[in-house]
């Protein structure tokens, strides 16, 4: 079993800054893959962002690329999300996410936090 634990979440006006983080914890090493989903009211779960922990390597979707950025802290066993340039469009709650390898398909994802929530204000 792997545990996620999102914090870092809240409201900013647009143009401002978060820094999401997610803690995990458990059988690490069966979960490489780790990303962070957002879901809006009404609309689906959809892909942010996620790195591999064996391979130096992220993935962003088009909509955060050049705002957000992925990392984490092989230590504390921590992923960061800092986002910057915050949109209202990016309202939604964030979850992070662990799976067998990076995906951009939350379906690859075995196990999941309980999100945290981001509003963007204008």
């Known amino acids: 079993q792997v545990r996620l634990v999102e914090s870092g979440g809240g409201s900013v006006q647009a143009g401002g800054s978060l820094r999401l983080s997610c803690a995990v914890s458990?059988?690490?090493?069966?979960?490489?893959?780790t990303g962070w989903f957002r879901q809006a009211p009404g609309k689906e779960r959809e892909f942010v962002a996620a790195?591999?922990?064996?391979?130096?390597?992220?993935e962003y979707a088009d909509s955060v690329k050049g705002r957000f950025t992925i990392s984490r802290n092989n230590v504390a066993n921590t992923v960061t999300l800092q986002m910057n340039s915050l949109k209202r469009e990016d309202t939604a709650v964030y979850y992070c996410?662990?799976?067998?390898?990076?995906?951009?398909?939350?379906?690859?994802?075995?196990?999941w936090g309980q999100g945290t929530q981001v509003t963007v204000s204008t």
């Open positions: 996410a662990a799976g067998p390898t990076l995906s951009f398909f939350k379906e690859f994802y075995d196990f």
């Open positions: 458990g059988r690490t090493s069966a979960t490489p893959g």
């Open positions: 790195l591999s922990w064996t391979e130096n390597r992220q």
